[in-house]
């Protein structure tokens, strides 16, 4: 299997790195190709401007998804944007690795989203011979399996339906739902390491080893099981239906 791995931590030699390290050692051993996105190492550019596109009128007002969307129509994209997306397009299972900060992931991983999933590849594609879109549970990248896989010092407690830091899957489903799902990946549950500011050597061997089984049994696991856009579950707003509201509440709704 083709795994892609999108690395984002600012220190090679954290648990964080590690964790990378013995994944791709261990993938690499069982046969499986292995592509590794180490954005702090490449000096990734976080920020995504009117620089992303050198071929547009600089007198013109900058509409960024619509420029993007241009570009990536006329083969005119920056070539650090266009090699990522032939990556992501490479791949069969897509990891996002990176330690939590601020609830959220760290600025250069948010600048590779935002430059990577242009419109035409990942937003804006419309299902032919509809009025529809290719989006939550379609999309160019169907067929794809994705993971994020997170570092947290924070307790698993503090991150449980009763935590102070609210459910662990609730802060993610911005990148589960509206971005894998978006774009028609599977989105797997998360591998999540808690508690690494204290983790002891015996506590990273069973992160190591979870982890690895996690990726390994990517094509065994079973994705979360959201709701398609098309599947009548939405009315044209995109709305859930009141047949299919009554449930659990939140984002869980969401899943079917």
Not at 150 to 172: A, C, K, M, W
Request: hydrophobic share 40%.
């Amino acid at each position: 299997m083709r795994y892609f791995i999108v690395y984002a931590h600012p220190e090679p030699r954290s648990l964080n790195g590690a964790l990378k390290d013995a994944a791709v050692q261990a993938l690499t051993a069982a046969g499986h190709e292995v592509r590794v996105s180490d954005l702090y190492a490449m000096g990734f550019k976080a920020q995504a401007d009117a620089d992303d596109f050198p071929a547009r009128d600089p007198a013109a007002r900058l509409v960024y998804h619509r420029a993007s969307g241009e570009a990536y129509a006329s083969d005119r994209q920056r070539a650090d944007i266009a090699q990522e997306q032939e990556k992501l397009l490479w791949a069969e299972v897509v990891v996002l690795q990176f330690p939590l900060w601020w609830f959220s992931v760290p600025a250069i991983l948010k600048g590779w989203i935002d430059r990577v999933f242009v419109h035409g590849l990942a937003i804006g594609v419309p299902k032919e011979g509809t009025r529809q879109w290719l989006r939550y549970g379609e999309g160019r990248l169907a067929g794809r399996r994705a993971m994020l896989a997170v570092t947290t010092g924070g307790r698993d407690g503090q991150f449980s339906e009763h935590g102070i830091n609210g459910p662990i899957d609730d802060l993610l489903f911005p990148l589960n739902h509206g971005l894998f799902h978006y774009t028609g990946m599977q989105a797997l549950p998360p591998f999540v390491a808690f508690q690494t500011v204290r983790a002891t050597a015996q506590d990273f061997d069973q992160m190591r080893e979870r982890y690895i089984t996690r990726l390994t049994d990517a094509w065994r696991n079973r994705p979360i099981p959201y709701r398609f856009e098309n599947s009548g579950d939405y009315d044209a707003n995109g709305v859930l239906l009141e047949e299919v509201v009554d449930g659990p509440c939140g984002f869980r709704r969401h899943c079917a």
